[in-house]
């Protein structure tokens, strides 16, 4: 049961894909398209005649040679030279309307894919971070890589593969039904069949192995990646041997699977290769006899030759395709399956944008957990007036990140209602909401490129001169400036190449250069040394003027002068005071701020 029902859904998600990809080829809104697609089938249809046509100037080539009668006046005024001329420009232009073909299609083929992969990374930005989070990225990008590459592949098989096979091995079997015999086109079709009940047959099988070869390529790739990605912890543990045996344990999976597929394609491509040399011999065989018996002249016999090797080499093109294809659409499949991924947040139809006139951020009865059954946050209300300073504070595990990214709408609450400025976040746009809201994380990841990217990234509209300040009140153009590229310098996958008081302040400047009214500050310094952590204070206390800040803070000497301090105990708001009225009362900040200190008293 298990295998039908595996059939069954490939089946479906084979559908799927072709139902998906078609309009590519036919689009209402590029009528340019719908042009190149016609004539690229005048193109085809144009190849497949002269194809067709051409064995007939071999035949009477060959008999004229031999001296048998040539019953065309056109090609007996031609001579012999002049037919096997006309012979060799038929098959030269065979290519050349072929190559036309392909040449006027090529942009179709390379729009879908382009489309395609804009669509598939377009919609991965818009996924949940409950799937980022969980998501696996070599595998990820061998996904998209192995679907955006079977695009072009399978539009062409649409439009030019079955239909024009199925309209040429139509006019040889005229043809030889008419010049000689039904006997002919009877072997033909019976060789035709067997072929392709055996090329599905076998494919059908090697795509099972495929897939697990599919699987076991994308397995060592993600690890490939994830090592990589995490080189410094691999060094601190001198894990090199280890991290090479796990991949090459993936490797060789990936190596068992490859063989399979390998030696199940040398089957393949050997029963093939037998089923349509047994047809050519027979229909060969026949026609030799008929010339023997008189019946037909040496020009039939190759005429006949040629026309078998015709059929051969589309058949032998389907036998290729037709695995291609079904390699296509499972590539294809896991991509549409992606792209099928649900968007946890959505933003409401016609949804207008957020209208930030002060910043007031509000937390009403906020509930809300990642699971259903372990809830994180239990009516949490939080008052945030515009331009105040609010820290929320607390043990690890208490709610307080969860908070930012509820904020942020990384996730919709449970039960309650986040407003800024009396609108509830859920009925505004997302982007509108991500506008008006900056972020300085703990740990500012960059961009593989320049510093001025990194920075301008904030808003990549701004000049080079608003750059330059952005960076001047985060206290990091001087370091810039002694860089021996400057603001050119390439900073290193994830930044690594800056130290993360650097880097932190790259986060900084360009959340400064978007300028955002409410400022939303997450465990910023936590990742920092005691005096990097000092120095970039100033420049967060700063940044924060004239704004609405959150800070999300561990360490509780950052947050002291917050004009309300917020304590999380288990997702519960256990105090709420200023820092002096929380140490006055004696409860639970208090506790936290006197063991914090005695902890810097041990380390001093």
């Not at 697609?37 to 008999?63: C, E, M, N, Q, R």
């Not at 592949?153 to 005229?174: A, C, H, T, V, Y």
């Not at 039939?300 to 032998?316: C, G, K, R, S, W």
């Amino acid at each position: 049961m298990s295998d039908t029902y595996s059939a069954e859904t490939e089946r479906k998600s084979g559908w799927r894909t072709i139902q998906k990809v078609a309009p590519y080829l036919w689009p209402d809104a590029h009528p340019w398209v719908k042009h190149r697609v016609v004539w690229a089938l005048i193109a085809l249809f144009v190849s497949k005649l002269i194809a067709v046509g051409t064995p007939f100037f071999y035949k009477a080539a060959v008999d004229m040679l031999a001296g048998d009668a040539v019953d065309s006046a056109w090609m007996l005024a031609l001579g012999a030279i002049g037919v096997t001329i006309a012979y060799g420009i038929a098959r030269l232009m065979t290519v050349a309307f072929q190559q036309l073909r392909d040449a006027i299609f090529a942009a179709v083929g390379q729009r879908a894919l382009r489309q395609l992969a804009l669509e598939t990374f377009t919609h991965i930005h818009r996924l949940s971070l409950r799937y980022h989070i969980t998501r696996k990225t070599g595998g990820l990008s061998r996904i998209i890589e192995r679907g955006v590459k079977g695009v072009d592949f399978l539009l062409r098989f649409m439009l030019f593969s079955i239909g024009p096979l199925i309209l040429e091995l139509l006019l040889i079997g005229i043809v030889l039904a008419t010049l000689f015999s039904v006997s002919y086109v009877g072997v033909v079709a019976v060789t035709i069949a067997i072929y392709v009940w055996f090329t599905f047959k076998v494919t059908e099988w090697r795509v099972k192995i495929r897939k697990e070869m599919n699987q076991q390529d994308t397995d060592a790739n993600q690890k490939a990646i994830d090592s990589l990605l995490n080189f410094e912890t691999v060094k601190y543990f001198g894990a090199e041997s280890r991290e090479a045996a796990r991949y090459d344990s993936a490797m060789e999976r990936y190596e068992s699977a490859a063989l399979k597929t390998s030696y199940s394609l040398a089957f393949l491509n050997s029963g093939q290769s037998f089923l349509i040399t047994s047809g050519l011999i027979i229909v060969m065989v026949m026609a030799a006899m008929g010339v023997q018996s008189g019946e037909m002249t040496v020009g039939d016999f190759v005429m006949v030759n040629a026309y078998m090797i015709q059929i051969t080499m589309p058949l032998n093109f389907l036998g290729s395709v037709y695995r291609e294809i079904r390699q296509s659409l499972v590539d294809m499949g896991e991509m549409f399956d992606l792209l099928e991924q649900p968007r946890e947040v959505n933003d409401k139809p016609d949804a207008p944008g957020l209208k930030v006139t002060g910043g007031h951020v509000e937390l009403d009865n906020i509930f809300f957990g990642y699971e259903e059954e372990r809830a994180i946050l239990k009516g949490v209300s939080v008052n945030v007036p515009a331009g105040k300073t609010v820290a929320i504070v607390g043990p690890s595990g208490s709610g307080k990140s969860t908070i930012g990214r509820l904020l942020f709408r990384f996730y919709d609450v449970g039960g309650g209602a986040l407003r800024i400025d009396d609108q509830d976040i859920r009925d505004v746009t997302q982007e509108s909401l991500h506008a008006q809201i900056g972020v300085v994380p703990q740990d500012t990841v960059l961009f593989n490129d320049t510093v001025y990217y990194n920075i301008a990234y904030g808003r990549p509209e701004a000049s080079r001169e608003e750059v330059i300040e952005a960076a001047r009140a985060a206290k990091i153009h001087d370091f810039i400036a002694s860089l021996p590229d400057g603001y050119d310098t390439t900073v290193g996958e994830r930044g690594l190449k800056l130290s993360g008081g650097e880097k932190q302040r790259v986060g900084i400047a360009r959340t400064l250069l978007k300028n955002p009214p409410i400022l939303l500050l997450d465990e910023a310094t936590s990742a920092l040394d005691t005096e990097t952590e000092a120095e970039i204070q100033g420049e967060l206390q700063a940044m924060g003027e004239g704004r609405t800040v959150i800070t999300i803070a561990h360490r509780l000497s950052t947050i002291a002068h917050a004009d309300q301090i917020v304590v999380l105990e288990k997702g519960e708001i256990v105090e709420e005071g200023t820092h002096d009225e929380l140490l006055a009362r004696e409860g639970r900040y208090a506790g936290l701020w006197h063991r914090q200190a005695s902890e810097d008293d041990v380390a001093a």
